[in-house]
């Protein structure tokens, strides 16, 4: 979790200057296409709503008006011309984008009617489709550049159920096999759509810290057990202040809520290197007593203070991860390279696992692979998303380094 000071600020003037997230609503028969739709759709800034048959659409449309609806003719057992006519009756002023096969007469029928009713219709999407064709058919509905998210009380995100967990997949660098999942957390405003850690969390003296990592732990369990009934055991790893070892009575609620089940392999628990640096007897001390409750410690943001770990008087930790600026271009640079080795050496000493973060490019993968990185992670192996996308989208990855993407 990134320790980035809380900066107070006035709502009224912060709110009254900005552009809304665009909102799109999504209409189709089934389930796992709208699902699909949306997934690309917020991946685009978008804030969404889905809908499976008119008189959901007309409730929709009677509440709030989105700035886009997305309509799919391909789907059986929906009633298009009872969407138009919900779109009309409610005086949509918005636009619509039908996506099927452009020659096909249903999608001609559709436009068609649509003109006539005065429907403001984009130019239909063929399928299938990607992200890029995606793109351009909104590129009129996206801003020049993503808006600015607001500032917003961590307190008042707790309280009305928008802060959620994002998983990003950690891979084995030698078989590409998934090796577990970092949990980042996220708030979804229901104006502003994803907004970035940055504007919501608080600095580690404020009083509502605690309850933040209070919400990530107790998320990431209730997360751990939805992917295991969904897809089997993950192995989760969690961000957490080494202020919150302070607390006897939350690290004792921390140990109390591990599952007992047969199945979980503990819990990972990321503390930043450089509070390892600051406080080192805590953070010894912290991973020695709770390996005895099926947690572990791992340190996040390892870079050029990496010898000053040489000096901890034990050395009870089970992973240390690159700071992600030395692994961007490490393929390249040498420099980069000498401090990812050093801190593989020293991983490896200490019999713990090195991680690379930020692994974005089949070069850089590479270069992880050859300098001896036991475990990979980035956005060529998939960016961070929500449990149920992650649990919907788990890379089954080749066994071959040399078939990486």
Same mark, same amino acid.
């Given at each position: 979790?990134?320790?980035?000071?809380?900066?107070?600020?006035?709502?009224?003037?912060?709110?009254?200057?900005?552009? &809304?997230?665009?909102?799109?609503?999504?209409?189709?028969?089934?389930?796992?296409?709208?699902?699909?739709?949306?997934?690309?759709?917020?991946?685009?800034?978008?804030?969404?709503?889905?809908?499976?048959?008119?008189?959901?659409?007309?409730?929709?449309?009677?509440?709030?008006?989105?700035?886009?609806?997305?309509?799919?003719?391909?789907?059986?057992?929906?009633?298009?011309?009872?969407?138009?006519?919900?779109?009309?009756?409610?005086?949509?002023?918005?636009?619509?984008?039908?996506?099927?096969?452009?020659?096909?007469?249903?999608?001609?029928?559709?436009?068609?009617?649509?003109?006539?009713?005065?429907?403001?219709?984009?130019?239909?999407?063929?399928?299938?489709?990607?992200?890029?064709? &995606?793109?351009?058919?909104?590129?009129?509905?996206?801003?020049?550049?993503?808006?600015?998210?607001?500032?917003?009380?961590?307190?008042?995100?707790?309280?009305?159920?928008?802060?959620? &967990?994002?998983?990003?997949?950690?891979?084995?660098?030698?078989?590409?096999?998934?090796?577990?999942?970092?949990?980042?957390?996220?708030?979804?405003?229901?104006?502003?759509?994803?907004?970035?850690?940055?504007?919501?969390?608080? /600095?580690?003296?404020?009083?509502?810290?605690?309850?933040?990592?209070?919400?990530?732990?107790?998320? +990431?369990?209730?997360?751990?057990?939805? &992917?295991?009934?969904?897809?089997?055991?993950?192995?989760?790893?969690?961000?957490?202040?080494?202020?919150?070892?302070? /607390?006897?009575?939350?690290?004792?609620?921390?140990?109390?809520?591990?599952?007992?089940?047969?199945?979980?392999?503990?819990?990972?628990?990321?503390?930043?290197?450089?509070?390892?640096?600051?406080?080192?007897?805590?953070?010894?001390?912290?991973?020695?007593?709770?390996?005895?409750?099926?947690?572990?410690?791992?340190?996040?943001?390892?870079?050029?203070?990496?010898?000053?770990?040489?000096?901890?008087?034990?050395?009870?930790?089970?992973?240390?991860?690159?700071?992600?600026?030395?692994?961007?271009?490490?393929?390249?640079?040498?420099?980069?390279?000498?401090?990812?080795?050093?801190?593989?050496?020293?991983?490896?000493?200490?019999? +713990?696992?090195?991680?690379?973060?930020?692994?974005?490019?089949?070069? /850089?993968?590479?270069?992880?692979?050859?300098?001896?990185?036991?475990?990979?992670?980035?956005?060529?192996?998939?960016?961070?998303?929500?449990?149920?996308?992650?649990?919907?989208?788990?890379?089954?990855?080749?066994?071959?380094?040399?078939?990486?993407?």
């Amino acid at each position: 979790m990134e320790q980035i000071n809380f900066v107070e600020y006035s709502r009224a003037a912060h709110f009254g200057h900005r552009k &809304l997230a665009p909102r799109a609503c999504v209409v189709d028969s089934k389930r796992h296409l709208r699902l699909f739709l949306s997934d690309a759709l917020e991946d685009l800034g978008f804030v969404t709503c889905e809908c499976g048959q008119a008189s959901d659409l007309a409730g929709i449309l009677q509440a709030e008006q989105p700035d886009l609806i997305v309509l799919s003719v391909c789907a059986d057992g929906i009633n298009v011309g009872e969407i138009l006519e919900a779109i009309v009756r409610k005086d949509f002023g918005g636009k619509v984008l039908v996506i099927g096969q452009p020659d096909t007469i249903m999608v001609k029928a559709v436009r068609q009617i649509g003109e006539e009713y005065g429907i403001a219709m984009l130019p239909s999407l063929p399928t299938p489709f990607g992200a890029a064709s &995606l793109r351009a058919s909104l590129a009129t509905l996206l801003p020049a550049e993503p808006a600015p998210s607001p500032a917003v009380d961590v307190a008042e995100a707790l309280k009305a159920g928008w802060l959620e &967990l994002w998983y990003q997949q950690k891979i084995n660098a030698r078989t590409l096999v998934p090796s577990g999942a970092e949990a980042l957390v996220r708030m979804r405003h229901p104006a502003w759509g994803v907004v970035p850690p940055a504007y919501f969390i608080p /600095d580690d003296k404020d009083p509502h810290f605690c309850k933040l990592s209070e919400f990530v732990i107790g998320r +990431a369990i209730e997360d751990w057990r939805y &992917l295991l009934e969904s897809q089997g055991p993950v192995d989760l790893s969690i961000n957490l202040p080494i202020s919150f070892f302070d /607390d006897a009575a939350a690290v004792r609620d921390l140990c109390r809520a591990m599952p007992a089940h047969p199945a979980f392999g503990g819990l990972l628990i990321e503390i930043n290197s450089s509070e390892v640096v600051d406080h080192p007897d805590l953070a010894v001390d912290t991973a020695r007593r709770l390996r005895l409750h099926n947690i572990a410690i791992a340190i996040d943001n390892v870079g050029a203070e990496w010898p000053s770990l040489l000096e901890l008087r034990s050395f009870p930790f089970v992973e240390l991860k690159v700071d992600q600026q030395y692994v961007k271009g490490c393929a390249d640079d040498r420099l980069k390279q000498t401090v990812c080795r050093r801190i593989v050496e020293l991983a490896g000493d200490n019999g +713990a696992r090195a991680v690379a973060q930020g692994i974005e490019t089949r070069a /850089d993968y590479l270069a992880a692979h050859d300098m001896g990185f036991d475990l990979i992670q980035g956005h060529l192996f998939g960016k961070p998303v929500g449990v149920r996308k992650f649990a919907r989208s788990r890379p089954q990855l080749a066994a071959d380094p040399e078939k990486a993407p």
